[in-house]
């Protein structure tokens, strides 16, 4: 904000869960929180997890409006998936460790397999800033995610 207001631009701080969103065709529109935002050139978004849904809703709405997005909706929800995110950079060849994802925790046995055994890192899908990562430098280590035991 200080920075935009240095170079002379007219910024605003929007909190977007007080935005709400107006869906008629050809015309869409956002309201804060009663008054209609109209005539924005760009829109920098600072999107946290809390709330990603929301506000990938609020962004996609903006560029339907014509409005100009430093960090598109689409690319957003990418990086917010763990899962799509690999899976393009593996598209593109990007190199990467062997990784392995289950759905559920009762599956760790078969991850573990699949990335040819400890040490490993395991990871829940949907976590932030590190929670749910357990670095195991055994079989038995990745024990504390699931519900079944191992053997070496």
């Not at 015309?27 to 009663?34: C, G, N, S």
């Not at 689409?74 to 289950?102: N, Y």
């Not at 195991?136 to 280590?141: F, V």
Request: proline letters at 5%.
């Amino acid at each position: 904000m200080k920075a935009a207001k240095q170079r002379g631009h007219e910024a605003k701080d929007i909190n977007l869960l007080k935005c709400y969103l107006c869906i008629t065709t050809h015309r869409p529109e956002i309201y804060y929180p009663q008054k209609r935002l109209d005539g924005f050139d760009a829109v920098i978004p600072r999107i946290g997890a809390s709330i990603s849904f929301y506000g990938l809703a609020v962004l996609r709405q903006f560029e339907m409006m014509g409005v100009y997005c430093l960090n598109e909706s689409a690319a957003i929800g990418r990086s917010k998936d763990k899962l799509r995110s690999l899976q393009l950079l593996s598209r593109k060849g990007i190199g990467m460790p062997v990784t392995a994802f289950a759905h559920s925790p009762d599956d760790t046995r078969n991850v573990i397999e699949l990335v040819k055994g400890a040490p490993l890192v395991l990871k829940l899908l949907e976590v932030t800033q590190g929670v749910g990562v357990v670095m195991a430098e055994t079989n038995k280590a990745a024990e504390r995610v699931s519900s079944k035991p191992f053997e070496d």
